[in-house]
């Protein structure tokens, strides 16, 4: 089993700048993927990023590219999430996830993630 913890979450005004963080510990051998979801208010849950183990393969949804940049320090493991120019729109429930995978096609959908995490609230003001 691996567990998940996320840290850095908080309210934010619209422009600003906030890192997500998310350590995972147990059998952490199998987290070869690891990302980003986020879930607003009556909404499903959405992909934002996601980094693969050596950083080879990193995807960002098209609504995030440019403002905001995964990382991952296998050292400790973890993986970080530099949100720059929030906007409103941005206000969410952020999840990490890990996935036991080197490579996939399908990195967009919550079934290719094995873990999750309990989430981190991100709110960003107008």
């Known amino acids: 089993q691996v567990q998940l913890v996320e840290s850095g979450g908080g309210l934010v005004q619209a422009g600003g700048s906030l890192r997500l963080s998310c350590t995972a510990s147990?059998?952490?051998?199998?987290?070869?993927?690891m990302g980003w979801f986020r879930q607003a208010p009556g909404k499903e849950r959405e992909f934002v990023a996601v980094?693969?183990?050596?950083?080879?393969?990193?995807y960002y949804d098209h609504s995030v590219k440019g403002r905001f940049t995964i990382s991952r320090d296998n050292a400790k493991n973890t993986v970080y999430l530099q949100m720059n120019s929030l906007k409103p729109e941005d206000t969410a429930v952020y999840y990490c996830?890990?996935?036991?995978?080197?490579?996939?096609?399908?990195?967009?959908?919550?079934?290719?993630?094995?873990?999750w995490g309990q989430g981190t609230q991100v709110s960003v003001s107008s």
């Open positions: 147990g059998r952490t051998s199998t987290t070869y993927a």
């Open positions: 980094v693969t183990w050596s950083s080879v393969y990193i």
């Open positions: 996830a890990a996935g036991n995978w080197y490579y996939s096609g399908s990195y967009q959908y919550t079934n290719q993630y094995d873990y």
